[in-house]
Each structure stands twice: as C-alpha cells, then as structure tokens.
C-alpha cells in the first residue's frame, strides 16, 4: 500500500470545491493508496499526466473539466504528495519550493456511498452501464440499481466489479473504510 500525503492545506481547499471534485478526488486517494500511481494511467477519464517546465517532475490528474491534482511521486519512500487541487492553471512548480513539514497524512474530505464508486470508475474507464455489465457479468439492470445505491453490493457482486475494473474490491465495497487506512498507513 502506498502512502499518501497532502499538504495542510488541502482540507481547506476542498471545503471550497463543489462535492463531485472532493468525491472523486476520494476516489483517486483510494486507487493510488492500493495500486499506485501507476494504475491512474488506465482509467482514461483521469488523464493523468507528466507535467514540463516548471512543474517537470510533478504529475496532474483531472478531477473534472476544470479541476486537476497536483502531485508527486517520492520513489524511495513510496509516498505520493499531493501538492494542490486546482484550476486548470498551473503556475509555478510547487515541490521544490514546499517543504516536507507542510505535508501531512491524508485524510477523508468527502463521504462516498458505494454507488457513487461504481459509476464514478465506470465513468473514468469510459464505459457504458452497458459495457460494465459484459465486462462484469452483472446485467445492465443490477448495475443501474448498483448506481443507485438501490441494492445491496454483496461481496461476489463486489468481486465481479473489482476484477472488471482490475482493483481492490475493498474501493468499491468499503468507500468509507479506505479513508481509515489512508490515515493509518501515513
């Protein structure tokens, strides 16, 4: 598991961003905590990213049209900073200039229900409810409800999902749970 850092003032920033960025900014912190970095590359709906000039070192992920994370990779220590979530503007390259006392371990920003996971990974991997559904043997149907929070997930449900998706199942099964072990892992 990875570590993840943000730096202090991410939790006041995200108090002023609408609640579908901080949710799926939760989704991010919950991949990269279990997969890495690496796994946002297959989730074409974060185009995530190398930057230049200033920012050559750092990487971007879009949390939507208008808001990206900011962040960089540490190798040796496996931990991953998360410099800033912002507009698409990206003035100054921030690493270099913050030191590692102004980062701090993540924490939860926003509360996930287990439906809004599902279709926000469906969304990121551009799928429909459609194509889910063949990729994870679940009908198009039970998907929608899945959604909808309108069922209960189940652990084999769950499963199908995950390996759909190719991730933990606990991403999509304890939403709320993640945020815990984000915090103990740090």
Request: glycine share 6%; net charge positive; hydrophobic share 40%.
């Amino acid at each position: 598991m990875w570590r993840i850092r943000e730096h202090r003032d991410i939790e006041k920033i995200c108090r002023g961003l609408p609640t579908a960025v901080v949710k799926k900014y939760e989704v991010w912190k919950d991949i990269v905590f279990r997969h890495g970095p690496e796994k946002l590359r297959e989730f074409p709906g974060f185009h995530d990213e190398k930057l230049k000039g200033k920012r050559e070192g750092e990487r971007s992920s879009r949390l939507s049209l208008q808001y990206r994370v900011i962040y960089a990779v540490e190798q040796d220590v496996i931990t991953v900073y998360v410099l800033e979530i912002t507009p698409h503007n990206y003035l100054g390259g921030l690493m270099k200039t913050r030191r590692q006392a102004e980062f701090v371990p993540a924490k939860a920003h926003a509360k996930l229900r287990t439906g809004e996971v599902i279709r926000m990974l469906r969304e990121l991997k551009g799928w429909t409810q459609a194509e889910l559904a063949t990729r994870s043997g679940i009908s198009a149907t039970n998907i929608s409800l899945l959604e909808n929070d309108k069922v209960e997930i189940g652990k084999k449900r769950a499963e199908q999902l995950a390996k759909a998706f190719d991730i933990h199942p606990a991403i999509i099964m304890f939403p709320e749970y993640e945020a815990k072990e984000i915090q103990k892992a740090a």
